[in-house]
């Protein structure tokens, strides 16, 4: 599976960017995407996932009412539509996929380290 992640740029606080994550390769209902962010000197950092077979959802607390993960199957893409952006949402946005036909549970997928394919990761700056 490979990923490509593309949308990031600058915008300014309180804009919307919509950040697209497109997965070719083998992959099916089973797949869990994921999106995570890093900014310079901190620990990458969970924003949200998306059960690609129900749809289900999970949003990190700092984003959540602001940022929304979807995909479509036709296009086999996932996207972040981020809204209300803060200076403090600046980072590189990482896709991350994990193939997982048991559900586990939120903290399972909120953990980066089970995912086994990631994206190039794209650059989102807020600026103030």
């Known amino acids: 599976v490979q990923l490509q992640a593309s949308g990031g740029g600058l915008v300014q606080a309180g804009g919307s960017l919509r950040l697209s994550c497109a997965a070719s390769?083998?992959?099916?209902?089973?797949?869990?995407m994921g999106w995570f962010r890093q900014s310079p000197g901190k620990e990458r950092e969970f924003v949200a996932f998306?059960?690609?077979?129900?749809?289900?959802?999970f949003y990190a607390d700092s984003v959540k009412g602001r940022f929304t993960i979807s995909r479509d199957n036709a296009k086999n893409t996932v996207y972040l539509q981020m809204n209300s952006l803060k200076p403090e949402d600046t980072a590189v946005y990482y896709c991350?996929?994990?193939?997982?036909?048991?559900?586990?549970?939120?903290?399972?997928?909120?953990?980066?380290?089970?995912?086994?394919?990631w994206g190039q990761g794209t650059l989102v700056t807020v600026s103030s």
């Open positions: 991350a996929a994990v193939r997982s036909p048991t559900y586990y549970s939120v903290a399972y997928y909120r953990n980066g380290r089970q995912y086994d394919y």
């Open positions: 390769g083998r992959t099916d209902s089973s797949y869990v």
């Open positions: 998306i059960n690609w077979g129900s749809s289900s959802t």
